[in-house]
């Protein structure tokens, strides 16, 4: 099958199919690619699914804590179901191709989810800072209303954000080749087909980061630095692990979180080889949704209790159903 392409010109479109280049340079390493990234998809959407389910169905996690860790694990199963299904078929067909409105839906909810995650992330912070350095105070400062209204805060501004900065880039004029070097349509691929001067677009983009997810980041340092303070002036070491203990599973995904977008926008800038930038996207869209659920049941000892109680109730009902 011959795609449809155009070439550069002032007056000229992409047609309204797009191709995703992807990993289309592994050849048959491709096989290969598709049962890690299906197990990694598995293994991922089980994974916040058990957390979630945990959460539910055990009483004693109904706290403002696991209530914003089942909005996270949602956005986690919905970021990975945007990418990895198609992901997985274009690596066993020829004919990697997407609508243009297919790619702007997949855009919409892959800077959705992330955007909403990192604020997810912050109002997690802040819920452990209140927990520690307003111990006597947090029933009251992190209710149920407020918790209501920092996770419907964090969707806002994720939704009405990217939907906005989305909206606005698939209405600029696209006039390269239809051929996107990546594999799933991503911001900075997408600007790279516009046939304007981009340099005003690459500033609102940066704009957006900066106070969006850098935004974020630091009421989750400053949080951290409150919450080191507190800690580090209680007058006993078994008080100073448990409360750290209680933020371990989260400083730990921020880190991941956070430490791989900057390896990912280090690696961008170092480096004009698309293929390099689809190895490190790779990456970035498979360790965190993938580790977070692994990070939170391990190392979390609440959970790992639900866990075992919800197992103990399941063996039990089949042994009383035999």
Known sequence: MTYPESHSGDNQTISDVFIL????????????????????????????????????????????????????????????????????????????????GGCAAQMYTITIMGLTECCLLAVMAFDRYVAICQPLHYTTIVSGRVCALLAGTSWFIGISVEVAQT?????????????????????PPLLKMVCTDTSKNNIMVLIVSVVFIMGPFLLIILSYICITCTILRLPSAEGRH???????????????????????????????????????????????PMSSPIIYTLRNKDVKGALRKTLAKSISFHNWRH
Request: aromatic share 14%; with cysteine.
């Open 167 to 187: 909206t606005w880039i698939f209405s600029l004029p696209f006039c390269s080749s239809n051929r996107i070097h990546h594999f799933f349509c991503d911001i």
């Open 21 to 100: 280049v992807g990993f289309s340079y592994l050849n048959k390493l491709q096989i290969l690619l598709f049962v890690v990234v299906l197990m990694t998809y598995l293994v991922t959407v089980m994974g916040n699914l058990l957390v979630i389910l945990l959460i539910k169905l055990n009483p004693s996690l109904h706290t403002p804590m696991y209530f914003f860790l089942v909005n996270l694990s949602f956005v986690q199963i919905c970021f990975t179901t945007s990418v990895f299904p198609q992901l997985l078929v274009h690596l066993l067909v020829e004919q990697k191709t997407i609508s243009f």
């Open 242 to 288: 448990k409360a750290f203990s209680t933020c371990s599973s989260h400083l730990t995904v921020v880190s991941l979180f956070y430490g791989l977008a900057l390896i990912s926008y280090l690696g961008a800038k170092s480096s004009s080889n698309p293929e390099n930038d689809q190895i490190i996207a790779l990456m970035n869209t498979t360790v965190i």
